[in-house]
């Protein structure tokens, strides 16, 4: 549901090649950008990132992902490349997150942030804030939770609806001034 990147793009495009993707980074380090994002898919399907993170040491490389294909290789170089930073993808508790992203997701999701945690590396959480999950994704007790298990950032994406009959998922008004 809310999938961005299957819904905006209705006829498959090419991805952008590993040399394209080298150039923006060049020119971006040149104009003085100091974070890029690498969000969209699943970022850890590439490992050009690993190197572009090594080649820009200076840069910031937030990488949201389901987390699913993070293990001891991967752990090993977030270690090396402190620059590169995992965001893990959540919707909430167990259910929320399961109905969004599969079953089983939520329980994978906190073993991987278990593993991060344990290995010393920096990650976040994304969450997709939905009418129905605001009030607890928002909320002290649970960004405490996430605190425990080691995330140090959340990162909060309004969930926009792409796809029809899924328009009740977006904030209400009461929700966006509550948080803004």
Not at 23 to 32: D, K
Not at 115 to 141: E, H, K, M, V
């Amino acid at each position: 549901k809310g999938c961005y990147a299957h819904a905006l793009h209705t006829t498959p495009e090419e991805e952008m090649t590993d040399e394209r993707l080298f150039e923006v980074v060049r020119e971006a380090n040149e104009l003085g950008i100091s974070i890029i994002m690498i969000a969209g898919g699943e970022p850890l399907l590439r490992p050009v990132f690993y190197r572009l993170a090594h080649l820009y040491p200076q840069i910031l490389f937030p990488v949201f992902t389901n987390g699913l294909l993070i293990d001891k290789e991967t752990i090993c170089r977030f270690k090396k490349q402190r620059n590169l930073v995992p965001i893990l993808s959540l919707e909430g508790e167990q259910m929320e997150t399961d109905i969004r992203r599969g079953n089983g997701v939520y329980t994978l999701v906190k073993e991987k942030m278990n593993r991060l945690a344990q290995a010393g590396i920096f990650f976040g959480t994304s969450i997709t804030l939905t009418r129905q999950n605001f009030y607890l994704t928002t909320s002290l007790d649970f960004q405490q939770s996430l605190g425990l298990r080691g995330s140090q950032v959340s990162i909060f994406v309004d969930y926009v609806p792409v796809k029809a009959g899924t328009e009740s998922l977006t904030l209400t008004s009461e929700q966006k001034d509550g948080y803004a």
